[in-house]
């Protein structure tokens, strides 16, 4: 690593602080996935700034921060087998693998789903899988699962993924309507049913029903 790049890291992860994100497990994952490795073209340079980025398919690469508090909220343990929907750019299953035994991701853009996985490869991340699939349904083959994460905003908790929570499991989810705030919420399944605790505003892409275009 060159100093540049010793200097780059120390402010990302300085920023990561500022904004709440203190689990050692976090910040170690997030120190471990190189974010410019995800963003490709015109915004690669900006790729260690704390903030959301265009991907190609029209979507978005979450911020940093954010990715940070959502795993931070998600307390993923080294046994846990992960769902997460809404691949886009990879970054956010590429930190969950350094925390979880595997994690399943769904993406309904092909063209996303094959870069991802080109990615993954890229950096050695095995126990990965990026599904080509609407993750509105949930993963019913690998169901079912300790913790599930959307990345994308739904107007409810989508019901087959709380199905597929194990009893004790954790989801979290943006919820509200797109283009409005959405508050992101940690549902925890009970023996009994769900509680649901609401942790802060965000802004997430719309998650959308049926295949994308490319
Ligand atoms: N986690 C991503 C950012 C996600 S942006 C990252 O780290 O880069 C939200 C993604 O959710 C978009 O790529 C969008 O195509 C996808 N998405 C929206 N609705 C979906 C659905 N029903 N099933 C699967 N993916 C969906």
């Given at each position: 690593?060159t ?16 904004r ?16 410019g ?41 080294p ?29 309904r ?12 490869e ?39 993924l ?17 283009d ?35």
């Open positions: 690593m100093d540049a790049d010793a200097e780059r890291q120390m402010q990302f992860l300085f920023s990561l602080r500022q709440g994100v203190m689990d050692a497990r976090v910040l170690n994952a997030m120190e471990k996935v190189d974010r490795a995800f963003v490709k073209g015109l915004f690669a340079e900006r790729a260690y700034e704390d903030m959301p980025l265009p991907i190609p398919c029209g979507q978005t690469i979450s911020q940093p921060s954010v990715v940070g508090l959502m795993t931070q909220a998600l307390n993923v343990q046994r846990d087998k992960v769902l997460e929907i809404g691949t886009g750019s990879g970054y956010q299953a590429a930190v969950l693998s350094h925390l979880a035994r595997r994690v399943y991701t769904v993406e853009h092909k063209r996303l789903v094959t870069e991802a996985s080109a990615a993954f890229a950096l050695g991340l095995t126990n990965i899988t990026a599904l080509a699939a609407d993750g509105s349904r949930g993963y019913p083959e690998q169901a079912p699962f300790d913790r599930i994460l959307v990345t994308a905003a739904a107007e409810d908790p989508p019901g087959p709380l199905a597929e929570l194990k009893t004790n499991g954790i989801m979290v989810v943006p919820v509200g309507q797109s409005t705030v959405q508050t992101l919420i940690k549902v925890t399944r009970t023996e009994t049913g769900y509680d649901y605790e609401e942790l802060r505003p965000v802004r997430f892409v719309p998650l959308v029903e049926g295949m994308g275009q490319e």
